[in-house]
C-alpha cells in the first residue's frame, strides 16, 4: 500500500501504539494481571452515583435524546460553552466568555491539533517546533507532530528531598525559547511523575513565552480546578497566551470524550475550524451530562470533595507499600506525589534497564510503564531514561499492594546480579 508521508508516519509502529497493544495483550489472557501500567481512572462509587442520577434525569425529561440527534457547532454546545467560561470567570477571576472556551472529543486529539496548529513547516518555509521545558513528560504527545521532528524538550533538574523522595524542576538554567520554537507546553500536574509545576516556576514559564512571542500550552487533565487530582497548594493559571486543556476523562469519563480548551478567541476559532474538518462536531454526551454541573459550579465540589481524597489517600497507601516491600539493597527514590494517579520510582543501583525490567515484570504478570518512553525530544542521552517506571496506583488494593511486593523483589534481583 502506498501511502503519503503522513500515512507512513502515522502507521508506522509509535512507541505509544506499541505499548497499549503490548498492555492489552498482557491482560487478555485469563491469568490474574497486576494492572500498574495504563491510564486508566479508577471507579469511585459516590461519583459514578452521581453521573448515574444525572443519566436517568436527563433520559427522563428528554434533554439527552434531544442531544442526540443534532450536530453542534464544532466550537461546541452553546449552553456548555457559556457554563464554562462563567465557573471559570467567578470562580478564579479569568476574564473570559464563550468566546474563549472550545470543546474537543478528549484532550489527546486537542493537543494533535494545538501542536499542529503551531508547529511544523510555516508558509515562510521556517521549521518550528513544540518545546517541552521540564523532561520527563506525556508519552502520549511524543507522535503526535505531523512532521518528523517536533518536540525539544528540556530535561529537568532534579532535586534529592529526603532518603525517600526527590522532584524535577524547570531547569531555567538550560531553558531556552530559541527562534526556532512555536509553542511551549507542560502538563500539570505531569504525567508520568505526579510532578507540580509550582506558580512561580508557572510564572516564569509564562514570562518566557510571552516574551518569545509563542503561547504556552497547560495540559491540565488531572489538575486544577476539575478533576483536581493535585495535593499542593496551587492556582490554577491562565492568561491571555496560555492555551489551558482540561478534559472529563479523570473525573471519572473518558469514554465521553470531551476535551476543553480555554484560550484566546483566535486560537479558540483555529481550534473550531480543524474540529469541523476533522470531526464535524464534537461528541455532545459528556457536555450534556455535566453541564449543570459546571452551571452550579458542583463540578469543584465533586473534585475537592470525592475525587481529590481519593486519589490521596490510594496515593499514601502505595508509598507506605514501597517503604514496606523495597529492600535495603533497592537504591531507589519516589517523585513526591503532588497529583496526577502515577507514582513514579527511580531505581538508581540495578544492572539492568527499565525496558528490561518492564519485561521481568510482565513475565510475573505485573505490569507498569517503563520510564523510557516519556523521555522523548532530548539531544543527549541520559543515563536517567533508563532508571524510571510509573506506576498507576490507582487500581484495587490487592493488585497494588501485590504488583508493589513483585516489583520490589525483581528491582532487588536486579540489584544483585
Ligand atoms: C497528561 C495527559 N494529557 C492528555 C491525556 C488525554 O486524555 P483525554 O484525551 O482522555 O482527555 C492524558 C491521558 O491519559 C494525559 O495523561
Redesign the pocket.
Known amino acids: 500500500m502506498k501511502m503519503s508521508v503522513f500515512g507512513e508516519k502515522f502507521t508506522a509502529k509509535s512507541g505509544i501504539l506499541e505499548l497499549m497493544d503490548d498492555l492489552g495483550k498482557a491482560v487478555a489472557g485469563s491469568e490474574k494481571v497486576c494492572m500498574l501500567g495504563g491510564?486508566n481512572p479508577a471507579r469511585i462509587d459516590q461519583v459514578q452515583a452521581v453521573w448515574q442520577e444525572k443519566l436517568e434525569g436527563l433520559l427522563k425529561n428528554g434533554a439527552l435524546g434531544d442531544a442526540l440527534v443534532s450536530y453542534d457547532t464544532p466550537q461546541g454546545r452553546q449552553v456548555f460553552l457559556e457554563a464554562v467560561a462563567s465557573l471559570l470567570k467567578e470562580n478564579f477571576g479569568w476574564d473570559i466568555g464563550p468566546e474563549n472556551v472550545a470543546v474537543t472529543?478528549?484532550?489527546?486529539?486537542?493537543?494533535f491539533i494545538l501542536f499542529n496548529l503551531f508547529a511544523g513547516t510555516d508558509a515562510r518555509g521556517v521549521k518550528k517546533k513544540i518545546l517541552f521545558p521540564l523532561c520527563p513528560e506525556?508519552i502520549?504527545?511524543a507522535d503526535q507532530g505531523i512532521e518528523e521532528g517536533l518536540f525539544s524538550t528540556c530535561p529537568a533538574a532534579i532535586q534529592e528531598i529526603d532518603g525517600f523522595s526527590f522532584k524535577y524542576r524547570v531547569d531555567f538554567s538550560k531553558l531556552e525559547i530559541t527562534d526556532d520554537i512555536g509553542a511551549v507546553c507542560v502538563?500539570r500536574?505531569?504525567?508520568p511523575t505526579g510532578n507540580v509545576i509550582s506558580d512561580d516556576e508557572m510564572a516564569q514559564l509564562s514570562v518566557l513565552a510571552e516574551k518569545a512571542g509563542v503561547p504556552l500550552f497547560v495540559?491540565n487533565?488531572?489538575g486544577a480546578p476539575f478533576p483536581g487530582i493535585i495535593f499542593e497548594d496551587v492556582n490554577p493559571f491562565w492568561n491571555e497566551n496560555t492555551v489551558i486543556?482540561m478534559?472529563?476523562?479523570?473525573i471519572g469519563l473518558?469514554s465521553v470524550?470531551?476535551?476543553i480548551i480555554v484560550a484566546r478567541p483566535e486560537i479558540i476559532e483555529a481550534v473550531s475550524s480543524c474540529n469541523a474538518i476533522i470531526n464535524l462536531a464534537n461528541v455532545n454526551i459528556g457536555q450534556v451530562l455535566t453541564e449543570e454541573l459546571f452551571r452550579t459550579s458542583e463540578i469543584l465540589d465533586i473534585s475537592r470533595n470525592l475525587v481529590m481524597p481519593f486519589y490521596k489517600d490510594k496515593s499514601d497507601t502505595a508509598q507506605d507499600l514501597i517503604r514496606k516491600y523495597m529492600p535495603i539493597e533497592v537504591d531507589y527514590r519516589v517523585h513526591k506525589s503532588e497529583g496526577?494517579i502515577f507514582l513514579w520510582i527511580w531505581f538508581r543501583n540495578l544492572s539492568i534497564t527499565t525496558m528490561e525490567l518492564y519485561e521481568r515484570l510482565k513475565k510475573r504478570k505485573v505490569i507498569v510503564v517503563p520510564g523510557e518512553y516519556f523521555f522523548f525530544g532530548l539531544d543527549e542521552d541520559w543515563e536517567h531514561s533508563r532508571q524510571c517506571i510509573r506506576i498507576n496506583y490507582s487500581q484495587c488494593h490487592d493488585s497494588v499492594e501485590e504488583g508493589i511486593r513483585i516489583i520490589a523483589e525483581e528491582a532487588a534481583a536486579a540489584v544483585k546480579e
Open positions: 491510564g472529543n478528549g484532550s489527546q486529539p486537542a493537543f506525556y502520549g504527545y502538563s500536574p505531569t504525567n495540559d487533565a488531572y486543556s478534559s472529563l476523562s479523570k473518558p470524550r470531551t476535551g496526577a
